[in-house]
């Protein structure tokens, strides 16, 4: 895996010899699924040699995972720790709300024995990761045929909502996170005035995040379904009570053509489209806007690209701005495991 030029991210430890063929562990830590692997550097790049899947919740600690995917695989003297956390990272330290773990950086120094250790926000580790994609992992929604010079959002509709972004630099492409999932949602028209009712009732805040995730993709259904009182096949009540939601009300929309779970889908994605418009806006993203995230890659194929086009460019002032923005969806699903390696193998203070 080497660095794709479309992204000149800022790592100036790959002109550092010493950085290369070192080897290190990755790990994405997600409420669902955790996965770590084992790389070397080299080059500018990356040669993944293991990856192994663990359930996260079957877990006390991420310390109990590492140490089983150390023993399994037979590593020993490993230089280099990275973790990409779905949560805040302050002064090395993490609690991620959907874990429920406390992680510290120098507890890994201490207890592991590695030289070096990071840990970033799942999604600033994705940005990073982002730098390695082919142009064939990249779905246009609008472009005018490359990423534009300036900052570039990223919106992750997921487990939960991410939000990240570059900062470009004149040269170089500078990750950060953000915790925008957590902003306010404000409703535009009088049914969503109901919406943000109901989920007032059930949350008193509504973020972003209750509207644009897994979460949130039932928030819209049910709202649908209890509120606005339209039919639930009770096939798919059965379906939804045994099988993974999202999954199960995107086939029942697109193979059995349900109205309930069109409309939820149509929902979601003008959503999608309007907080992709606020996030451009805040980060004043004239570099191009970045969508990935479970759902938005589960749905690619249903999203109309003009439509979804069209309502995000919708504007009181910045229209001229919003319509000359390039927006791709990726389509892999390791940046965030792949990226917090190449930090943890090229970036440097």
Not at 68 to 76: D, T
Not at 179 to 193: D, K, L
Not at 238 to 263: H, M, P, Q, S, T
Not at 320 to 346: E, Q
């Amino acid at each position: 895996m080497n660095l794709n030029p479309k992204f000149p991210l800022y790592l100036p430890g790959v002109q550092n010899g010493n950085n290369d063929n070192v080897s290190i562990i990755g790990a994405n830590l997600r409420e669902d699924v955790t996965t770590v692997g084992y790389f070397i550097s080299g080059n500018g790049g990356l040669e993944v040699k293991i990856q192994n899947n663990y359930p996260t919740k079957e877990f006390s600690s991420f310390s109990d995972i590492l140490k089983k995917f150390i023993q399994e695989n037979n590593l020993e003297n490993v230089k280099r720790l990275g973790m990409a956390v779905p949560g805040p990272v302050l002064d090395g330290r993490s609690a991620p709300a959907r874990l429920g773990w406390n992680l510290e950086v120098e507890d890994f120094k201490k207890d592991f024995g590695f030289e070096r250790v990071e840990m970033l926000n799942d999604l600033e580790a994705s940005a990073y990761g982002m730098g390695l994609l082919e142009d064939s992992e990249l779905d246009p929604i609008y472009t005018s045929g490359h990423l534009e010079k300036g900052n570039v959002a990223i919106l992750a509709p997921g487990n939960g909502l991410g939000e990240a972004g570059y900062f470009f630099d004149g040269k170089y492409l500078r990750p950060f996170a953000t915790e925008g999932g957590h902003s306010e949602f404000s409703p535009r028209t009088n049914v969503e005035v109901e919406f943000y009712q109901f989920l007032n009732n059930i949350y008193g805040i509504v973020s972003w995040e209750n509207v644009l995730s897994k979460t949130g993709l039932f928030n819209i259904y049910r709202f649908l379904r209890d509120v606005k009182r339209h039919p639930e096949p009770e096939w798919l009540a059965d379906r939804f009570a045994n099988g993974n939601f999202a999954e199960e009300l995107y086939k029942a929309a697109i193979e059995e053509d349900v109205l309930i779970c069109k409309i939820a889908l149509d929902t979601f994605i003008e959503f999608l489209a309007r907080e992709a418009n606020n996030l451009t806006l805040k980060l004043k993203a004239t570099g191009g806007l970045l969508i990935s995230g479970d759902i938005a890659q589960a749905i690619r194929e249903y999203i109309n690209k003009d439509k979804f086009y069209e309502k995000y460019k919708i504007s009181d002032k910045m229209e001229d701005m919003l319509r000359n923005i390039p927006i791709y969806l990726i389509k892999t699903k390791n940046t965030g495991l792949n990226g917090i390696v190449l930090y943890t193998a090229y970036y440097q203070d």
